[in-house]
Nanobody, 122 residues
Framework: QVQLVESGGGLVPTGGSLRLSCAAS????????MGWYRQAPGKQRELVAA???????NYADSVKGRFTISRDNAKNTVYLEMNSLKPEDTAVYYC????????????????WGQGTQVTVSS
């Protein structure tokens, strides 16, 4: 069984910073892709940032220059450093990872964390 556990959300003023973490645990063989998504009330879930196993990154245009995604492969953890936060960044942030398990290393599954609330006050 694989689990993703997120932490680091909270309430910050406009212009503030937060760092989200997402740790994967369980019978993990490889973690290929890791990403952060967010969903604001009444809106669809959208990609915020993603990072490959080799370290290649991509970002939503709305967060470029403000957010940084990184990963620690030894800890099976992905981070999202968020700076210059705006009220429109308010959402529930979800971690996603595409993982192969020890028991079935040829099959990749997509896993989601439980979500962490980020609220930016104006």
């Amino acid at each position: 069984q694989v689990q993703l556990v997120e932490s680091g959300g909270g309430l910050v003023p406009t212009g503030g910073s937060l760092r989200l973490s997402c740790a994967a645990s369980g019978s993990i063989f490889t973690i290929n892709y890791m990403g952060w998504y967010r969903q604001a009330p009444g809106k669809q879930r959208e990609l915020v940032a993603a990072i490959s196993s080799g370290g290649s990154t991509n970002y939503a245009d709305s967060v470029k220059g403000r957010f940084t995604i990184s990963r620690d492969n030894a800890k099976n953890t992905v981070y999202l450093e968020m700076n210059s936060l705006k009220p429109e960044d308010t959402a529930v942030y979800y971690c996603n990872a595409r993982i192969t398990a020890v028991q079935r290393p040829n099959l990749e599954y997509s896993y989601w964390g439980q979500g962490t609330q980020v609220t930016v006050s104006s």
